[in-house]
């Protein structure tokens, strides 16, 4: 058993609303054992007698400790990944639960991560472990704020995936660091998985209290964010006081929250979630449109610190749709379609939809749920779905685990974002949340963005990560290592396709704190 080093929580703050006493950012003590395991289904451990030097293993966590001596604590330099395969060196005796090894192939650590490595024997096994790509896959837009899930294409080796829900999204607040990180709270991007689901979250060092605590009474929920005059006013109810006495917000990771593998600082995605917010289903996207505007902003950053953050509904259905094991891209991308959208017509405007999906436009999908108390703080606990819960049979009692029903208005048009950089990066409509580019037309040869997405597609055309180099510190690339310098051949595509107009800054937006 160890302890991490403290880590940020990249839970959302909307500390905003204290304007006499501001949240900063929360330190995370996380207590870990030598690897997260994937799943019950991984093998019976090994013992060391039956471990041979010069034999070859594959590990069955999805995030493994890679130690540079053969001691349990301070020497951690990476982290396998699930089906890593090492050779080992020497099996050591048997007062230590490590073996030394090399790295035959791995997708998280270098090989050459230093002299000599050592793992816990207890994740290896003689076989790789069989993992199915999953029905769905998710690509999260940075620049754009946008999480948009796709349904995989395998009807030929390079086809375009179909996309079934699109939202938005609050990233890591990219105006304020640490005195030492100026960029300690921007989201990473690259590849991730799910490694599971909680149901409704709290942090380790309970500075973020459960929006429902199994056993509590439902009065303790604060009220509708939406109930009060303004959603200012209604988001205040949610201040409330951590353990430790300190001014908080109740229930900051919402509903659900996905833990993401490999999840480390070193080789991970630095612990940065995909979660829920404050707030009740009927508020809808209040608590994210509350981290928007300029008013909000005038007192201090109410960004997450990290993680990437949707409204409860949103997070819900996802819950009910994406396993343990789904990908998560995460991309800092200009957005473009293959097929176009054409507008007609002055006074009265007619649009002609993307062919592909005129079925779907301003025609979401409705999805219900119930929101209940059963399997509150429990790994891959109760999904919100309503047909689910009716099809267990599983009782929804008003006034004891029934907390809220509702629908939930699934968009599956997709709407490629366009670069505005006459709008205020925190607006959402920037389409450049970490300004990585000038915004002036005169600099357009000089941009930063490398490529295109096209979200009709759920594919990447001539795309590659921002040069960290370039962006000075702005863009950081972790996680498995098929997405840091290279683009899973699934996700990518060439030809024509139709990007958005782009709006570069003018001479009016010199003094505006708004406009960028």
Not at 131 to 136: E, G, H, L, R, S
Request: glycine fraction near 8%; charged fraction near 25%.
């Amino acid at each position: 058993m160890t302890k991490f080093k403290s880590r940020r929580l990249c839970s959302a703050v909307l500390s905003m609303l204290i304007a006499s006493s501001p949240m900063l950012s929360i330190a995370q003590e996380i207590s870990a054992v030598e690897a997260n395991a994937t799943s019950s289904a991984k093998p019976q451990a090994l013992q060391k007698s039956e471990l041979q030097v010069g034999g070859r293993y594959f590990i069955t966590a999805d995030a493994l400790n890679v130690r540079s001596s053969n001691a349990t604590s301070g020497n951690i330099v990476g982290k396998l990944s699930l089906n890593d395969e090492i050779e080992i060196i020497d099996v050591l005796n048997e007062g230590t639960p490590l073996v030394q090894i090399k790295i035959i192939r791995s997708a998280s650590v270098s090989a050459d991560v230093a002299p000599e490595l050592f793992v816990s024997k207890d994740y290896l096994s003689t076989k790789s472990l069989v993992t199915a790509a999953t029905k769905y896959f998710v690509i999260q837009n940075v620049a754009t704020e946008k999480t948009r899930v796709y349904e995989r294409c395998t009807e030929t080796p390079n086809c375009s995936h179909k996309l079934v829900m699109e939202t938005d999204m609050v990233v890591g607040r990219p105006e304020e660091g640490t005195k030492t990180d100026p960029h300690a709270f921007k989201t990473w991007l690259g590849h991730a998985k799910i490694s599971e689901w909680v149901k409704f979250y709290q942090d380790g060092q309970q500075h973020y209290p459960h929006w429902y605590k199994a056993g509590e009474s439902l009065k303790y929920i604060p009220d509708p964010i939406t109930d009060s005059m303004t959603k200012t006013l209604g988001s205040r109810k949610w201040m409330v006081k951590d353990a430790r006495g300190n001014t908080t917000m109740h229930g900051a990771f919402g509903w659900y929250a996905a833990k993401v593998t490999p999840a480390d600082d070193i080789n991970g995605m630095n612990y940065q979630w995909m979660h829920g917010t404050i707030g009740w289903g009927k508020d809808g996207a209040a608590a994210i449109e509350l981290t928007r505007g300029f008013f909000a902003n005038l007192f201090t950053n109410p960004g997450s610190s990290g993680c990437t953050r949707l409204e409860n509904r949103a997070i819900a259905y996802l819950r009910s749709i994406l396993a343990p094991g789904t990908d998560i891209y995460r991309i800092y991308a200009r957005e473009s379609t293959r097929e176009v959208e054409t507008i007609t017509g002055v006074f009265k405007k007619k649009v002609t939809p993307l062919p592909r999906y005129a079925h779907n436009f301003e025609k979401p999908a409705v999805w219900n749920y119930i929101l209940l108390t059963d399997g509150a703080q429990r790994s891959n606990g109760l999904t919100a779905d309503a047909q689910e819960i009716i099809n267990k049979a599983i009782p929804v009692i008003t006034g004891q685990n029934l907390i809220e029903r509702g629908t939930y208005d699934v968009d599956q048009y997709p709407n490629a974002a366009p670069l505005n950089y006459g709008k205020s990066a925190a607006s959402g409509d920037s389409g450049d949340r970490y300004k990585i580019d000038s915004g002036w037309e005169k600099d357009a040869a000089k941009t930063n963005f490398k490529g295109y997405f096209l979200v009709d597609e759920g594919r990447l055309v001539d795309y590659s990560h921002p040069d960290s180099v370039k962006t000075k510190g702005v863009i950081r690339v972790s996680g498995l290592s098929d997405f840091r310098t290279s683009v899973p051949e699934f996700l990518t595509t060439s030809g024509k396709h139709n990007p958005p107009k782009v709006t570069y800054r003018t001479e009016n937006d010199n003094g505006n704190p708004n406009s960028r």
